[in-house]
């Protein structure tokens, strides 16, 4: 069945400007091995070669090792465009309403390159910025320098938070890698700890139904920039496991230096959300007053997007 999907979506793809081969895509067997299974995707003469070698769970300490988090870190930004000011704006509006105003202390749970950190710190709050990747830390040190004195990074993981101390948490794009129940119970529940009474929580998960109609849609996602170090393209794959409302994703670095090519792989897994199941895991933790939209718009809804965003608040430990 898998096989059959890449077949279907993936005979046209293209990883060049090379106008497409007439035939579909190779598979080829790997030889057998005691490791752990992948999904591995390769470029031959312009078609996509899929080779389905295995999915198997990722666990957050895994996370970091993913090129993205590490080798190309720097590219991050570069790669994954977002409206920074923008979003930023909805989030502060949304801390406003939730009683979270300027001056409060937030804390950016897996906070990557720590862009939204520093837009945050820039609109008066008092941010600091925690996640995995030492190398994504890095470049947020960078990129802050000593402009904001309201923010702060270190390398920390979002299941291990000092208790009682924000007044709001942010967490964008990161909880889609916590593919098991028992881990995202564990995080819900750091936060609930980490928070003050009432505190607001602001977070974004892969809703599972659009985002099996976008990727079935568009499996192949591929992009190209120039930089100081050369020419960059990235390309991203995805399939789709049902049974277990995963994606399998396949992702390339291939950076041109003066003629000369470093090409890094990836496969990795990610577990949707159901709208319901974010529900369950708030309502577990103590968290009330629950909006969902479908992007860091209020005017965009829950469900015009694969994007779940939700704003909830901590109980009054009084109540």
């Known amino acids: 069945m898998r096989k059959y999907f890449w077949r279907r979506y993936t005979q046209h793809a293209r990883l060049s400007s090379r106008p497409p081969v007439a035939q579909a895509p190779h598979f080829r067997r790997l030889p057998r091995a005691p490791i752990r299974r992948r999904l591995h995707v390769v470029c031959k003469d312009g078609v996509l070669e899929c080779i389905l070698v295995s999915s198997h769970n990722i666990c957050m300490s895994e996370v970091p090792r993913r090129p993205f988090y590490t080798e190309y ?182 950076l041109v230096t003066r003629g000369e090519e470093r090409v890094s792989d990836y496969n990795f897994v990610m577990r949707c959300w159901e709208r319901d199941e974010l529900t369950i895991l708030l309502a577990r933790h103590h968290f009330g007053e629950l909006s969902c939209f479908g992007a860091y718009d209020p005017d965009v809804a829950a469900g015009a997007t694969d994007r779940l965003v939700a704003v909830a608040q901590r109980a009054d430990a009084a109540a």
């Not at 950016?108 to 390159?113: N, Q, S, Y």
């Not at 980490?194 to 985002?211: K, M, P, Q, T």
Request: net charge neutral; charged share 25%; aromatic share 6%.
């Open 73 to 254: 870190a720097w590219a991050f930004d570069l790669l994954m465009d977002r409206p920074v000011r923008k979003e930023c704006a909805a989030i502060a509006a949304w801390l406003v309403d939730r009683g979270v105003l300027p001056g409060s202390e937030i804390l950016d749970a897996g906070c990557g390159t720590g862009r939204y950190a520093i837009e945050l710190a820039r609109r008066g709050y008092v941010v600091h910025g925690i996640d995995l990747s030492p190398d994504l830390i890095e470049v947020a040190m960078r990129a802050n320098g000593a402009v904001h004195r309201g923010v702060s990074f270190a390398v920390g993981d979002i299941a291990h938070l000092s208790p009682s101390r924000y007044a709001a948490i942010l967490c964008r794009g990161v909880l889609n890698d916590i593919v098991d129940d028992a881990g995202r119970d564990a995080v819900f529940g750091a936060f609930a700890g980490a928070l003050r009474s009432n505190g607001a929580l602001i977070l974004d998960v892969r809703e599972w139904a659009a985002s099996v109609e976008r990727k079935a849609r568009e499996p192949l996602f591929r992009k190209r920039v120039s930089t100081e170090r050369g020419e960059l393209t990235f390309t991203s794959v995805t399939a789709i496991e049902h049974e277990n409302r995963r994606l399998l994703i396949s992702e390339r670095h291939e």
